[in-house]
């Protein structure tokens, strides 16, 4: 029994205090600290500089060799196919032809940049598994995602090359992935970092987390209503227990523990990330749908998340 406590506090302690800080968003959007321009704003301070710089550290101060695994980064790819190939199916379902594509990206694009991060420092003290999860991973969400959006796009008869132009050209210059790139390198080249540097990359590095996860929270429309609740729930299944339940025995069977299994299970089973629903709406989508499951991912994902942990834990995983 006192087993089972320890363990159940272990996962308490990695989950409880990132949700804790977006309910902190919630409270302060409600109260009128936050509005949804500066919350806007805070998640692109975070995309573009804070998560960046926080996956540069952790990397430029560690050995290339002993970070990069292969084999990791390729079974992240090869699970974001399947499970970009089974929403895509089961999206086939719906009747409405331009809810697939929301129901596609909301059901495999998880919160792994900033989420993934978040457990990683909490239980870890590094993120550095998190980033070979992006290198994966989001590049290939990201593609899928716009490819998904703009084949079901109302009025839209197939795929828009100028669409993936700009897709293809958002993930080479995308913030995150360009930092992990130079710290790795950065690494692999053994350059040494002056004492000014470190302290100023760890004192940025260090708003990330805080800011990203607020801002998270502050950006929730509690008032969107569930008006599509039944491929909802179907996507919201699929995102924080599905993918999880397929591919996390996948991943053991490979030897993966302790933070890369932690990396992958935020991968399967984090949720859905809110600029799903900002782009579903930029590319001429209803956008319930995606907001929907955003919201129901990450309402649920504080006990799935915590259950996923802990089994984790008990059978010794991590």
């Known amino acids: 029994m006192e087993q089972v406590v320890s363990n159940l506090i272990y996962c308490l302690n990695a989950t409880v205090p990132v949700f804790l800080m977006m309910l902190l968003g919630v409270f302060f959007r409600r109260i009128g600290f936050f509005d949804e321009k500066l919350a806007g704003k805070l998640n692109a301070f975070v995309f573009k500089v804070g998560l960046p710089v926080m ?10 060799f002993a970070v990069w695994d292969g084999t990791f980064v390729l079974f992240c790819f090869l699970a974001t196919v399947c499970s970009i190939l089974i929403t895509a199916a089961a999206g086939l379902l719906l009747r409405e032809r331009p809810l697939r594509g929301e129901f596609i990206q ?3 694009r998880s919160s792994v940049a900033l989420l993934g991060v978040a457990f990683l420092e909490n239980l870890y003290g590094s993120s550095g598994a998190a980033s070979l999860v992006i290198i994966g991973a989001v590049p290939l969400y990201n593609v899928a995602a716009v490819a998904a959006l703009t084949f079901t796009s109302p009025g839209q008869g197939g795929l828009d090359q100028a669409a993936l132009k700009k897709a293809l050209k958002g993930i080479v ?5 360009l930092g992990i790139i130079i710290g790795l390198v950065w690494s ?13 990359v760890g004192s940025i590095s260090a708003t990330a987390t805080p800011l990203g996860l ?6 929730f429309d509690l008032k969107q209503a569930l008006g ?4 909802s ?3 919201t299944g699929l995102k924080l227990a599905g993918f999880a339940a397929l591919f996390l025995p996948v991943a053991v069977a490979l030897g993966f523990r302790d933070a890369k299994l932690v990396s992958a299970l935020a991968m399967l089973a984090s949720p859905t990330t809110v600029s799903g629903y900002v782009m579903a709406r930029n590319m001429g989508h209803e956008g319930t749908l995606s907001a929907s499951v955003v919201m129901l991912t990450t309402l649920l994902s504080a006990f799935t998340l915590t259950a996923w942990l802990y089994l984790l834990k008990t059978l010794g995983l991590m």
Not at 173 to 177: E, G, L, Q, R, W
Not at 188 to 200: C, D, V
Not at 214 to 219: E, F, Q, Y
Not at 228 to 231: A, D, I, S, V
Request: charged share 15%; hydrophobic share 50%; aromatic share 10%.
């Open 55 to 64: 996956l540069f550290k952790d990397l430029a101060g560690s050995d290339f």
């Open 106 to 108: 909301a059901g495999y």
């Open 173 to 177: 210059t995308n913030p995150i992935i």
């Open 188 to 200: 692999l080249l053994r350059i040494p970092q002056p004492a000014i540097l470190q302290k100023t």
């Open 214 to 219: 607020m801002a998270l929270g502050a950006s």
């Open 228 to 231: 599509r609740w039944r491929p």
């Open 233 to 235: 729930l179907a996507a």
